[in-house]
């Protein structure tokens, strides 16, 4: 009952500031719990070093000798600091991180504890993966998967309370060598933009080609709300978000919140937490508050992309539990209020290497203006292919709540550029841009007009995906969500659009000319066929939403169930095979999984409504009623009448929803989907506005769950 609730304010209130103590200087804690290059470097003899380094730097693989040498260094390194187990961590297609702890030790024939860890050990293991979902693909092969170390991602120590485990990141597969998880995509896809982005350079003249990677810097938002709540609400505990609570007079709408001063509890958690990311070498940079009350921001800074995206999945790890560890219930659900601001994940991203640096920088020399306007148009062109694609990446119950709710990016992918970038694209395409007849390189002057499109406040806030001076920025991407899935779609799709340049690069230089008009040439082809995507409006309007579909041909899915399915598209699936990113077979057990995984989410949703209407908010109404009726009070005008209606309305709704859950008979995924989209989360929603109303005029004593007024100011 109302117990938990009020329990849990008093709480709060009479709750000790957490212990404190200055933290340690960065220099002293940089890094200290990774296996780094310099750690190595530093262990492992000259060679066996030489080779590692090739490894990391090239992908090459690790012979077995050296795997034996790492091993035994890694082993020293991590018992030194305390480890007895060690553990592969790796990321299935879930947005979860999985691991399987195994002890250094063996004991020998006489019984005494020694210790191994051997280079197979390191680069193979075995989890019992049989849980983990795989979209039938070891169904087929009849085998279990396993786990291998990925060395271009450095193992790490975890520290638990009492004791540290040494963490591997690897790749997980089957025995076939098909892909179980979201890194071996990941790497394959920077192989097949790298493999393209090759041949466009060496077309542009360019030589002594360093293998080019993506790169990937990610803003991650999320909520605190006090434990003692959390616990008190099994919405929160089980779905991640209320699933009821009527909105607070005092909501976001005063926008005080935002760069505000951060509240001293919080401070004290992101500084803890923080500390921990740098021990991990995880470049914590920004922190600040967002937008609604209770919700913050932290953005580390970018890194490439493979080792961007393990960290982005420790650091939510960490944050939770650290969170935890300060009395905090971190939310990192895509709508966790409603009415409130939804969190996101920006995921900026580029690609480059070390002999051309950065290929989405404009660069100041005429040879790297005409580069950036290939990458940048083959991105152009890769979104406006690929949108559909893009979508189902980022499809999931939880961001369905918040994509295209006017706070959050429309579910229309469209690519802003930005005035004068796009004045550029645009002059090329009309031919008012050329290049002059007497040859040679012009300098079209970018790094001068663009310096000003990288003023933060010229930046269009409404777009899904904005090139923002020196990258692009996907915003449609969920707070919840691994950025793996984001980052295959993007390198692939690039790939894909760099194949296509190099090919009319080819064609157009045979002809004849140099390498400026052939690349104006191309450009302005690309233009011809894919500027429709390209939007500098506002992106929340219904205007918008009717001219993409309308006169711009950008499809729009907003929910879950219309997106998934592009990843049975014939481009799509065409797209995977022919860069060597995902087999067909592969790409149709991942939609298996995620259109699973969507079914599942809201299905556990759905009946907690159920419980929570029955059991918690169908009595208060009553006990209320009951306890006015015992004061012999006319019931007529008084709220009572209204709890009375509300009441008997909210059950009318549960049942309907209970037996809508009943219907089982879909000859299709798609089907199934689409019910749940349309059907039960439509019968969720009149639950709850019975309910909310409920909140509103049942007697505060009784009502159970914490309001959003005390979940959201209460710290
Ligand atoms: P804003 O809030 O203005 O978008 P932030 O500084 O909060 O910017 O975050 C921007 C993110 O983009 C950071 O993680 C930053 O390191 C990253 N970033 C900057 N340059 C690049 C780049 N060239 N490629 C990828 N990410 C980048
Ligand atoms: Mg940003």
């Known amino acids: 009952g109302s117990q938990s609730r009020f329990n849990a304010i008093a709480d709060i209130n009479k709750a000790v500031p957490f212990e404190t103590k200055m933290t340690d200087s960065l220099k002293k804690i940089w890094a200290t719990d990774v296996f780094s290059m310099a750690q190595m470097e530093e262990s492992l003899s000259k060679s066996a070093y030489k080779a590692m380094k090739k490894t990391v730097q090239t992908g090459a693989a690790l012979p077995n000798d050296v795997a034996d040498d790492v091993a035994a260094a890694m082993k020293d390194w991590a018992m030194a600091k305390g480890a007895k187990f060690f553990s592969h961590i790796f990321y299935p297609m879930t947005n979860a991180t999985a691991e399987k702890h195994d002890g250094f030790i063996i004991t020998n024939p006489e019984g005494a504890a020694i210790t191994e860890f051997s280079g197979s050990l390191l680069i193979k293991g075995e989890p019992d993966g049989s849980s983990f979902p795989n979209g039938s693909l070891r169904m087929t092969n009849a085998a279990r998967g396993y786990t291998a170390w990925d060395p271009t991602s450095p193992a790490y120590i975890m520290h638990t309370p009492n004791g540290a485990v040494l963490m591997i990141p690897s790749v997980f597969m089957s025995w076939t060598g098909e892909a179980l998880d979201k890194k071996i995509p990941l790497l394959r ?88 990311l740098y021990r991990l070498g995880i470049p914590a940079k920004t922190h600040h508050n967002e937008v609604a009350p209770g919700q913050f921001e932290i953005a580390p800074y970018f890194e490439s992309a493979n080792i961007a995206s393990d960290h982005q999945q420790l650091l939510m790890t960490l944050m939770k539990t650290t969170a935890k560890k300060h009395g905090f219930f971190c939310l990192l659900h895509e709508k966790p209020f409603a009415g409130v601001n939804g969190s996101g994940k920006h995921v900026n991203w580029s690609v480059g290497n070390a002999t051309q640096g950065n290929l989405l920088d404009p660069g100041s020399t005429p040879n790297d203006n005409l580069n950036f306007l290939l990458f940048c148009g083959a991105v152009i062109r890769g979104v406006h292919k690929f949108g559909p694609l893009l979508r189902a990446v980022i499809a999931s119950a939880s961001n369905d709540h918040r994509l295209g709710a006017n706070e959050a990016p429309p579910a229309i992918l469209s690519v802003y550029l930005g005035d004068q970038l796009e004045k550029v694209f645009d002059d090329i395409k009309t031919g008012a841009l050329h290049v002059p007849k007497s040859g040679g390189l012009m300098d ?72 400026a008009a052939a690349a104006f040439a191309v450009i302005k082809e690309l233009m011809e066929l894919h500027s429709n995507v390209i939007f500098g409006g506002d992106g929340y309007s219904a205007e918008w939403h009717r001219m993409a579909v309308e006169e711009r041909g950008l499809r729009n899915a907003p929910t879950t169930a219309d997106a998934l399915p592009a990843l049975k598209e014939k481009e799509v699936v065409e797209l995977f095979s022919n860069t060597g990113v995902l087999t067909p077979t592969e790409l149709a057990s991942r939609f298996e999984v995620y259109a699973e995984q969507y079914v599942l989410s809201v299905e556990v949703e759905a009946k907690l409504v159920i419980e929570m209407a ?52 879909f000859d299709t995924t798609e089907a199934h989907m689409s019910f749940l989209a349309a059907d039960v989360r439509a019968l969720m929603v009149d639950i709850r506005t019975s309910a909310d109303l409920l909140e509103t005029l049942v007697a505060d004593d009784l009502w159970p769950l914490p309001k959003y007024r005390e979940m959201l100011f209460i710290k």
Not at 261 to 266: G, K, L, N
Not at 620 to 643: D, I, R
Not at 650 to 657: D, P, R
């Open 189 to 276: 896809s920077n192989a097949a933009m790298n493999a393209a982005a090759q041949k466009v350079l060496t077309l542009m003249g360019e030589e002594e080609i360093a293998t080019l990677n993506s790169s990937c810097g990610a803003e991650q938002e999320y909520f605190l709300i006090d434990e003692r709540f959390a616990n008190a609400r099994p919405d929160i505990l089980l779905a991640g978000r209320t699933l009821f609570g009527a909105s607070p007079a005092k909501g976001q709408q005063f926008d005080d919140h935002y760069f505000g001063a951060i509240p001293e509890r919080v401070q004290v958690f992101m500084q803890d937490f923080e500390d921990k």
């Open 444 to 515: 079209l002057g970018l790094a001068q007009i663009l310096k000003f499109e990288r003023d933060p406040g010229d930046r269009n806030r409404t777009s899904p995906f904005a090139f923002t001076g020196n990258r692009f920025e996907f915003r449609a991407v969920g707070s919840s969500q691994s950025v793996s899935g984001p980052l295959v779609a993007m390198n692939t799709m690039l790939a894909d659009s760099l194949e296509w340049i190099a090919e009319k690069l080819e064609a157009q230089l045979e002809s004849g000319k140099d390498k």
């Open 614 to 665: 029955t059991t918690m908010i169908y009595p208060a109404a009553v006990k209320y009623l009951s306890s006015m009726a015992s004061t012999g009070f006319t019931l007529e005008h008084s709220p009572a009448t209204k709890v009375a209606a509300a009441a008997t309305a909210m059950m009318a709704s549960v049942e309907k929803l209970s037996a809508a859950l009943e219907s089982e008979h």
